[in-house]
């Protein structure tokens, strides 16, 4: 188990470096990391600017198939996709900036194509489009980004909606594991409560 706990950290800093360019990991990075390899539901409450995108990055380019990416933040959303693109790696996001065909070809390269990240607003995911394309797509991650959207820690209920069809999504494509992502500021026992209650070999790595 020791030889092959080592391989896959090996593989892990290999690709951390082919495409980020960095030599070791931030703290907490490579525990979360390990713990979604591992197939766990994993929560990670992270500090703003603590590289959170990176735990669920890195997996998903060491796996066939494309990562779908949760997030109510289209300024977050643009900025991944583009910093992705720049690292040569296909990446696309839907949401309401965008129109119907655009929309209809974005999926269609998740498809068939080489996409790699799908980044997706929480109102989406209840489209009849959405949901009859997601079907078809080898789906190798689901993340939840900003994911204190998700339970409605400090906000309205307006994302409970969100937080269940993530959840019916992750469901659907039948993949775990299912892994969220919280900024600092949330309130932690409460998330943490939430998450594992449904979670399926849940892991919380609390690094804020």
Known sequence: MSNRNDHITSQLRQTLKHYWGYDSF?????????SIMAGRDTLALMPTGGGKSITYQLPAMMREGVCIVVTPLIALMKDQVDRLRRMGIQATAIHSGISYHQIDIALDNCVYGDTKFLYVAPERLATEVFRMRVE???VNLIAVAEAHFAVGLRFPPLISAYRRDSQALARSTGFGPYS???RAGCQRYNAQFGFCREAYN???VCKA
């Open 202 to 204: 849940p892991q919380f």
């Open 136 to 138: 078809r797509m080898k």
């Open 26 to 34: 931030r703290p907490g990075q490579e525990e979360i990391i390990l």
């Open 180 to 182: 969220l992502g919280y």
